[in-house]
């Protein structure tokens, strides 16, 4: 085991819930980082009902899109989750009429 | 007065503007929307960013540094420069940022660049994933995308990307660069002498690869990856052998298990900054002159918003945009502006090594999606297209097409990405500017409704 993953091994938890599950991760990772590392891919739905999940991964196809503390559209892939964060997932297929920026 | 000078961005390029201008005695705001400064080169777990403070931005009375600060439009002016509008907050997307107005002397964009993908069936499915979403999440989280990925594509990119993969455990079971050997050695080995400037550059590369040697990852040109199968994820990945103008050839399919599929032909230059402040752009990128200013007077611009040619040449860029900017002579830069150029020639190199070619459209099918956020496939668009450019009479040039129209009809570049991803297919496509956005990046109504943060200087 390196050094720099010894060291990583220290750094604080993170907890928060998606849909109800609880996932850990370590604090400064990003929601998306703590749902892939989970073994999520999929977790927003197209207005087909198609499943999506992270794509650029640096904030710009707003394709993992999710609500966290009731506070709809988050980048998952920009946000640093926060210990006790509540994340829901979003479907566009539910409500196509109610439109993202 | 002292000069106020805004930075956007604080990537290579940024941080060397900021530097610099405050070097010419200018005071000095340098905003990015993340919370760390460095950008996508720098990027780096949060743990370590702490530990080793790799880019302490020297805050003081002449440099201002504004982390998770999202730039949401710059105001044109009939003279002087653009204003700048922002929100800030400590939640990237949160609800409780605030709004600032500023009013620069001058005004530095290095905004950078992302992944461009051109669309192939099934790049919709999950699992399927820029280059650079691989490379951040292993970098920025030591995270994997995925057990088993095929990294894919065009550039020099795709190395760095997977060296980077299998530093966090991933097993890597090719990379694939569409290019042919010839193009990819024309490219690298035509006119010699100009790579000497970018040794470090050459040198950076050859690490990559043989990390790659030691993770026994095969490297092949002339292959693509020309479509994505699974059920509700990526499970298997299509590659072929491409000919020089990146059609298939036929029979050379071939089938990989694969739980990752990481892609990139290149990058799009986030321009969306630069056109709102209404600087000219060509083939993709913001034109600037020798001392970095664009057509808009107090606007400069520095990095891969000028074109695609890495860290050294946008930090060299930065210090030129920066010094002017910040009120420096123009003469005291003749070594640095050596380096510019032999970074713009080291980007020419690239695009001629790594060219996309032009029959990749043959990869497309009917129903493959080209707008992912509205999934307008291909069928349609084309449908949409050809309705629009029937001409008026037997022998007359079929008229412009009316990409708006097309674009009104089958919502394609509508979504909630504003054809930040498919637009450049799209311009492809329908051939139209896809960089036109009201609003540079969505803010919130009730943060628009709020004042803006009183200024607290000039």
Known sequence: MTRSRRAYEAVPMTRITVDGEPLTGRAGQTIAGILIAAGHRPWRRAPSGAPRGVFCGIGVCFDCLVTVDGVRDVRACLRRARDGDVVTTQSRAEDTAEETP | ?458
């Open chain 2, 1 to 458: 007065m002292t000069r106020h000078v805004v930075v956007i961005g604080a990537g290579p390029a940024g941080l060397a503007a900021a530097t610099a201008a405050v070097r010419a005695g200018a005071r000095v705001t340098l905003i990015d929307a993340a919370d760390q400064a460095g950008g996508q080169y720098h990027r780096m777990p949060t743990d370590t960013y702490e530990a080793k403070r790799p880019f302490r931005i020297r805050e003081s009375e002449r440099c201002d540094w504004w982390p998770g600060a999202a730039v949401w439009s710059l105001e044109r002016r009939d003279s002087g420069t653009p204003r700048v509008h922002v929100v800030r907050g400590s939640d990237a997307d949160g609800d409780q940022r605030r709004r600032y107005v500023l009013r620069p002397d001058a005004l530095v964009l290095a905004p950078g660049a992302h992944d461009r993908v051109l669309p192939f069936p099934g790049w919709e499915l999950p699992g399927v994933v820029t280059a650079g979403a691989a490379q951040a999440l292993a970098k920025g989280e030591r995270v994997a995308v995925g057990g088993r990925a095929l990294v894919a594509g065009t550039g020099p990119f795709l190395l760095p990307v997977a060296a980077s993969l299998l530093d966090v455990g991933a097993h890597v079971i090719e990379v694939l660069e569409a290019s042919t050997t010839g193009a990819v050695l024309r490219g690298w080995t035509h006119r010699p002498w100009e790579l000497a400037g970018q040794a470090g550059k050459a040198a950076e590369l050859a690490a990559y690869a043989a990390r790659l040697a030691r993770g026994h990852v095969p490297y092949r040109t002339g292959r693509a990856v020309i479509e994505a199968r699974g059920d509700g994820r990526i499970e298997e990945a299509v590659t072929a052998r491409l000919r020089a103008d990146w059609s298939v050839v036929p029979g050379s399919e071939r089938t990989s298990a694969v739980d990752a599929l990481c892609v990139t032909h290149g990058f799009t230059a986030r321009l969306e900054l630069p056109v709102a402040a209404g600087c000219a752009v060509l083939g993709g990128f913001v034109m600037v002159d020798g001392d970095q200013a664009t057509s808009v007077p107090g606007v400069y611009a520095a990095g891969e918003v000028t074109g695609i040619a890495g860290a050294p040449a946008a930090r060299a860029e930065g210090v030129v945009a920066g010094w002017v900017a910040g009120g420096g002579s123009p003469e005291r830069l003749r070594a640095i502006r050596r380096r510019r150029d032999e970074g713009r020639a080291f980007a020419v190199r690239l695009a001629t090594a790594h060219p996309i070619g032009r029959r990749w459209t043959e990869w497309l099918r009917p129903d493959t999606i080209v707008c992912r956020c509205e999934e307008t496939d291909y069928g349609t668009l084309r449908q949409a297209a050809h309705a629009q450019a029937t001409p008026l009479r037997e022998g007359a040039r079929a008229p412009g097409l009316d990409a708006r129209a097309v674009r009104l009809g089958t919502r394609a570049g509508l979504g909630p990405c504003q054809a930040r991803i498919c637009g450049p297919a799209l311009a492809e496509l329908l051939d139209t500017n896809p960089h036109h956005r009201p609003v540079a990046w969505p803010i919130r109504l009730g943060e628009l409704a709020n004042p803006p943060e009183k200024e607290q200087t000039t």
